[in-house]
């Protein structure tokens, strides 16, 4: 071979080592083990805030403190309240009970509530998380961090004290992107111990199944009888991935409340929509006025109190959604944040790399791809704030377990209406929020995007309190994969 | 090799029409939806992968656009097409493959990108930029086929 088809080829080599090796070298780091403690994962961010004087450790695991495990309501305490949610694969989708969605269950504040998960047969294995309540961390039902998925033939009871009145659903945090989507879910309401008897109240659970979306489990219209003069509350609850558009035609109404939380003296809404981001609960109060009232979801189903105002036309959707950043009366909201002890910043962007040897776009936290990402560190006791900035071309319905955060800012402008307490929080392109919660319920929490594809594709942080241990580990026998 | 460079930058080029075909049957076949049997799309459904309830075939076309065609084969076509002209000797042909892997790195991440995040004004150039990515995916593949035949016409060397 002459000595320049010889050189020529070298470099050819050398060129295509260039292009390769780095690749190869992005592919296999980024490659997850079988199984994990996903309190190793990433990095501690302590957010400015001391660090745990316990031990001389320099990491954020294998330390000593409370398991997960361990973290759960009284176990003394008799149930007042208890279910059996029996879950199936279908083949073409799951059910509870025998129906999708599963029968909403209705405690009463102050209860301690017990419900037993039965499997019978999901393969994948199945978990229940109780989306909005502030549960004791071994109740949180995350497969991996807060217990073990639970096979199939196998039960497991969660054990909860209902404290917060109002709307909430649960769901499977096993494989959660197939098996929410499948069916997998309910909704569950938590009601004062003396209700008004005087309002009527509907539960508008929205999903979106293979055949199309859903009210309540039903393409299309429902109607409630009601005389003129009835008041109503909706409670709204999205489990789908996306925002939902609900508007209301025939009658001014209300938004009492945002995801299981009263809002403070509500005005009159006409014209404008309501958004319910996915994961998300709105409760809707309104007077049914003489000729009816409907209410649209998304402009795919609708449910109707008495008559239907528009003879069963279509309506157009409004332009415009309330504002909650200025809806309502402001209140105290029981903690200053200006004298937060913590202040994290979680910037949502995206960009080109591998996930667990996947090649594509990938959603960053802080810059970094999973399972490089921060673990947010904080201590009992703790005033947390969260800078959420979102530069990635796709809204995020964030969504942090175990705890309520109050909305202080949106874009820098500073929230001047009711507390807006979230559990799901829309951030869209662009935006960024500035939001505060108490750190009162020990344990290790998800931190995710909502759109649950999305967590699936690595958008999934976790906040730890410090003197907690984790009892899981993601994979392993049981199979845990929590998105 | 000049065979397999012109093969795969001018399957590049086809691949980019049928780019071309699929997104227009996809929108053909949405607009009839919602003219014909009143499909609502909105942002629950584009996140499901239900069709929105629809059910029409040409939801094919976005799935071969968005994903097939153009995040997986367009890509790994333009990236080994990088690596063969290294060794394939085709006049300015690694010029021309670097060119190709720099213009669907724009096509199919950047202004994909940019047409969301910043307006949907890049979506414009998006359609701009795919024939121009055509162009010198034709032009390169005819670089090999003048090269493979010049390298024919030549006389054996004795």
């Known amino acids: 071979m002459p000595s320049q088809t010889r050189r020529r080829l070298w470099l050819a080599a050398a060129a295509t080592a260039v292009v390769v090796l780095p690749l190869g070298w992005f592919w296999q780091a980024s490659l997850l083990p079988d199984t994990y403690d996903l309190a190793a994962m990433g990095y501690p961010d302590y957010g ?11 990491g954020h695991d294998g330390h000593p403190g409370t398991p997960v495990a361990e973290l759960t309501a009284d176990p003394d305490r008799r149930a007042d309240e208890s279910f059996t949610l029996r879950v199936h694969d279908d083949g073409d989708g799951y059910t509870v009970n025998g129906t999708s969605p599963g029968p909403v269950l209705d405690v009463t504040q102050g209860d301690l509530v017990e419900v037993t998960l039965v499997n019978e047969n999901i393969e994948d294995g199945t978990t229940l998380h109780w989306h909005g309540v502030d549960v004791p961390n071994a109740a949180d039902g995350v497969a991996g961090v807060t217990q073990d998925a ?3 033939g196998e039960q497991l009871a969660y054990r909860f004290v209902a404290d917060q009145v109002g709307t909430f659903w649960y769901h ?18 938590i009601h004062p111990a003396e209700p008004d008897a005087e309002v009527l109240e509907r539960v508008a659970v929205l999903h979106e199944y293979d055949d199309g979306p859903t009210l309540n489990g039903r393409a299309g219209v429902e109607t409630v009888d009601a005389e003129a003069g009835q008041r109503v509350r909706l409670r709204v609850v999205n489990t789908d991935n996306g925002l939902s558009k609900v508007w209301v035609t025939g009658a001014a109404y209300e938004v009492l409340a945002v995801d299981g939380t009263d809002l403070n003296q509500p005005g009159p809404v006409e014209g404008d929509a309501v958004g319910v981001p996915a994961g998300g609960r709105v409760d809707l109060g309104l007077v049914v006025p003489e000729g009816g009232v409907r209410v649209d979801f998304g402009g795919t189903t609708s449910m109707v109190f008495g008559a239907d105002p528009t003879g069963g036309g279509q309506t157009i959707a409004p332009d415009d959604f309330v504002d909650l ?43 970094h791809l999973f399972p490089d990402l921060p673990m947010f560190m904080v201590s009992e006791g703790d005033v947390v704030v969260f800078r959420i900035e979102n530069n990635s071309d796709d809204a995020h319905p964030m969504h942090l377990h175990g705890h309520h955060a109050v909305v202080l800012s949106r874009d820098g402008e500073p929230a001047t209406g009711s507390p807006w307490w979230v559990d799901s929080l829309e951030v869209r392109t662009g935006e960024s929020y500035e939001i505060a919660f108490l750190a009162d ?12 594809p999305h967590a699936a594709q690595g958008l999934v942080a976790h906040l730890m309190y410090d003197g907690v241990s984790s009892s899981y580990r993601i994979g392993g026998t049981p199979g845990n994969e929590p998105e | 090799m000049r065979k397999t460079y012109q093969i795969l930058a001018l399957g590049i080029a086809a691949l980019v029409v049928v780019q071309a075909g699929a997104i227009a049957w996809a929108f053909f076949g949405l607009a009839n939806e919602i003219d014909k049997n009143g499909l609502v799309i909105n942002k629950a459904c584009l996140e499901s992968d239900s069709g929105c309830g629809g059910g029409f075939t040409a939801e094919w076309g976005f799935a071969i656009h968005m994903f097939f065609n153009g995040t997986i084969l367009i890509p790994l076509t333009s990236l080994v097409l990088l690596i063969i002209s290294f060794f394939a000797g085709v006049p300015g042909g690694v010029k021309f493959a670097a060119g190709i892997f720099g213009l669907v790195v724009l ?3 950047v202004l994909p990108m940019l047409s969301r995040e910043a307006g949907s004004g890049f979506g414009a150039l998006h359609g701009v930029n795919a024939l121009v990515l055509m162009g010198v995916a034709i032009m390169a593949g005819m670089r090999a086929s003048a090269a493979r035949t010049a390298e024919a016409s030549q006389p054996a060397v004795a």
């Open chain 1, 48 to 58: 400015g805030g001391p660090r745990p004087a316990a031990g001389d450790h320099t």
């Open chain 1, 441 to 452: 319920n020990p344990g290790i929490w998800m931190d995710h995007c909502h759109n649950l």
């Open chain 1, 172 to 189: 499977s945090h096993q494989v959660s992107h197939e098996q929410v989507r499948q069916g997998l879910f309910g909704a569950l309401v």
């Open chain 1, 325 to 367: 950043l200025s809806y309502g009366e402001p209140a105290d909201l029981g903690f200053d944040p200006a004298q937060a002890d913590r202040t994290f910043d979680y910037r949502i962007g995206k960009r080109p790399g591998f996930l667990d040897g996947r090649p594509g776009m990938w959603w960053t936290v802080n810059g």
């Open chain 2, 107 to 109: 096509q199919a991440f």
């Open chain 1, 150 to 152: 639970v096979g199939p």
